[in-house]
């Protein structure tokens, strides 16, 4: 029930989106680049009224229409389901706040502490409750609530102390702010691409699989698509994501030139893969072990599916990237076009469910369209831009991944402890990390631009 209530949340933030994230995304930082800190705030606090208000009428809508929602043999949790639409109205307030106005706003610092300190204060609340009593789903959604509330009070008292320092900030009046009507646009091409690819989304997939394979099969590929999103989030794509994005937003909007935006887009594309390819090397090596030590023995013989994730994640850390080049450029409308062909992987998952693969289906589905929507944005790209990927960088980084594999699979080392996972986890690494020093993967250029961002002379590869 608390996989399916986790999904339902995610679907229900896309859905009440109206594409206004991408929206903050794409212009706010031409508002910091240009505007004074009367269209600054202005701008800002009418995106945050705008969420506020989709999100309360979102929540008053599922309030009186969640006993339908919920599956019939879960229909004793409805009443926990209702108190859960307080942590969808909180955690996404301060979720918006924290990713899409926090973000372009370059508050990274900010944005991290308020992520820590929910996710501490969850933690902690769940540990008194555990010293205690048991833990059951009520409290879980009690404890989601405590936190998520607390941490929306200090987003917003973040994000009001920092719009005071705009109030320095003094610009020529030649700057014209960009119409609504533009504006708008942008959201709706967005927000339709975002309805699109949801249907073949992990949190679609999970209501889709429990639907067809059962509770047990869900709480399996519910908890593997747990895993997946965090190492998903852990990528630098995407983990850093709130200082990338602005980056390429701010590097077209200063000087026009898609060169700029393109060896950024490079860079940051490859950055993901460098520190994703060990992980999905130690996955396909170790993955039975791995998932029977993390889930403390409930799934077993499910390495293989969780394989699968991770070979998604290798379309997925490229995805945002693609994504915010062709929104940078005003090209949105090319993204409506990728989601829809990305969806024409959902007959795939249906007919292996049909034919009893089983969570291959869902699992297939994300593969396949992660993949379509990504080579669309690149055709296009291609033909109709000066965008060229660094293709040889990219195949360097995937022949260095082979090497690894190859020369490590002959372990002789027994997987049946933390310690030989770990083991195998350094291994994995230090040889990835031998191997790319001798390939190259990355440009003498690129090099230096990532260790001056660290500060720190470490990339030679």
Known sequence: MYVLLVAGMELALAILSFGLPWLSARYLPEFRLYGNHLQIKQFIWQIVTLLSMLLISGCLLLFFIIPWLVPTELI???????????????????????????????????????????????????????SHESIHLYHVVIAEIIASALSLLFVMYALARHLKSYQEVIRPNDWSKPAWSRMWLVARNMYFNNLVTLSYSPQTLIFLSQRYLGIEATALFGFLCKLYLQIANYLPARLLFNL????????????????????????????????????????????????????SGKFTSSGSYLVGLMLALIPFSQHRILTTIVVTIDK???????????????????????????????????????VLYNLTLIFYLVRHTTYRPDSIGFVKLMLASASVFFVVQFHVIQLQSVFSLLVMMLTVTGFFLLSAFLIKPFKTEERERLNSFINKKIFIW
């Open 76 to 130: 004793l949790y409805a009443g926990i389901a209702k108190w859960y639409l307080l942590v969808l109205l909180f955690e996404g307030l301060n979720r918006r706040i924290r990713e899409n106005i926090l973000g372009p706003l370059m508050q990274q610092r900010i944005a991290q502490i308020n992520l820590v300190g929910r996710n501490m204060s969850f933690l902690l609340l769940l540990g008194f409750i555990a």
């Open 244 to 295: 990338i994005q602005p980056k390429l937003v701010a590097s077209y909007i200063n000087s026009g030139s898609m060169q700029e935006l393109m060896r950024n887009a490079n860079l940051a594309g490859k950055f993901s893969l460098f520190v994703l390819m060990p992980v999905i090397i130690f996955t396909w090596l170790a993955g039975d072990e791995l998932l029977n030590l993390l889930s």
């Open 332 to 370: 949105n409308h090319v993204v409506l076009w990728s989601g829809l062909l990305g969806a024409l992987s959902l007959p795939l998952a249906y007919f292996f469910l049909e034919t009893d693969k089983g969570l291959w289906g869902p699992i297939t589905a994300i593969i396949v369209g992660q």
